[in-house]
C-alpha cells in the first residue's frame, strides 16, 4: 500500500550569498543517482532548470528573485523535512511518534514538479519552480509519467491513497485499486484549502498504522464526519464534510 502526496512551494529557508553560476553547476551536477526512483529524464530536466536561471522571474514565478535565491546552497534535506507548506505544517512530521514517521517513510511517494517521484528519505536540494511552469515548453509531468510508470506500477502491487492535488496526478496515472478523497465546506468542494485536511488524513493514517482497506474505511468512517463514498471503476471516493 503507498500513498501519493504533494509537494508544497514554501521550503526551507535559509540564508547564503552563493553566486548564480555556482548554483547553476551545482543542479547540473547534481548526483540523481542517490534518489529512490530512478529517471533518466531527471538528469536532463535539472539541467534545463539551471540553464534557465538568466530567466529567474519566470521559473520562480515572482518579481523580487533576490528574496528567493538566497536560500539556495549545497544542503540536501530530507524531502519530507524540505516542504514547508500548509500540508506539511499540519502533519508536523517531526513530531510524530516513531512508529507513525516510520510508517510514512515506507508508504510515502511525493511528486515534485523538478524531481519527480520521490520518497520521503531522498535527499534534496532547496528548489524553486513556479507550479505549472513549463522550461523551454517542456511537459514535465508527461516526460517524469513516461520515464517512472514502469517502476511505480512494480512499485506500488496494492491499492493506494491519492493525496495528490489536480496537478500532480498528471504525473502517475494509477492502475491498480485507489481511495481517494472531497473535501466538502458549506456544501462545495475546496481545491486550494483542501492541502491541511489531505494532511489531517495522512496523520491518522500514521498514527493507526492503516494498511488494509478495511481498516482504512472504518479510521475515516470514525475520525471524519463522512457525507457519502461513491465507487466509480476501481477508485473509491469518500465525501468528507469539514466545518472548521
Known amino acids: ?54 530567466n529567474l522571474e ?76 513549463k522550461i523551454n515548453n517542456i511537459n514535465q509531468a508527461k516526460s517524469y509519467k513516461e520515464d517512472t510508470s514502469k517502476q511505480l506500477d512494480e512499485l506500488i502491487n496494492d491499492f493506494v491513497i491519492d493525496l495528490r492535488a489536480k496537478i500532480y496526478e498528471e504525473y502517475y496515472d494509477i492502475k491498480t485499486n485507489s481511495v481517494n478523497f472531497n473535501f466538502i465546506k458549506n456544501g462545495k468542494q475546496l481545491s486550494h484549502s483542501s492541502k491541511v485536511y489531505r494532511a489531517k488524513i495522512l496523520k491518522v493514517l500514521a498514527n493507526n498504522n492503516v494498511t488494509e482497506l478495511k481498516e482504512l474505511f472504518n479510521i475515516i468512517n470514525n475520525d471524519f464526519n463522512v457525507l457519502s463514498i461513491k465507487t466509480l471503476d476501481n477508485k473509491t471516493i469518500f465525501n468528507i464534510d469539514v466545518k472548521d
Not at 35 to 41: D, R, Y
Not at 74 to 82: D, F, K, P, Q
Request: proline residues 3%.
Open 58 to 133: 519566470n521559473i520562480f514565478g515572482v518579481k523580487n528573485t533576490n528574496d528567493v535565491f538566497k536560500n539556495f546552497s549545497t544542503n540536501l534535506y530530507s524531502a519530507i523535512n524540505l516542504y514547508q507548506g500548509i500540508s506539511f505544517k499540519e502533519l508536523s512530521y517531526n513530531n510524530l511518534s516513531d512508529k507513525s514517521k516510520d510508517y510514512i517513510n515506507r508508504h510515502l511517494i511525493i511528486f515534485s514538479n523538478l524531481f519527480g517521484p520521490i520518497r520521503p528519505n531522498d535527499k534534496i536540494p532547496f528548489y524553486k519552480l513556479k507550479q505549472g511552469i
Open 1 to 54: 500500500m503507498f500513498i501519493l502526496f504533494s509537494p508544497s512551494e514554501e521550503k526551507i529557508k535559509s540564508s547564503n550569498n552563493y553566486n548564480i553560476e555556482f548554483i547553476k553547476n551545482f543542479f547540473i551536477n547534481f548526483n540523481t543517482s542517490q534518489l529512490s526512483i530512478k529517471s533518466n529524464f531527471r538528469d536532463n530536466f535539472l539541467k534545463e532548470y539551471a540553464n534557465n536561471f538568466n
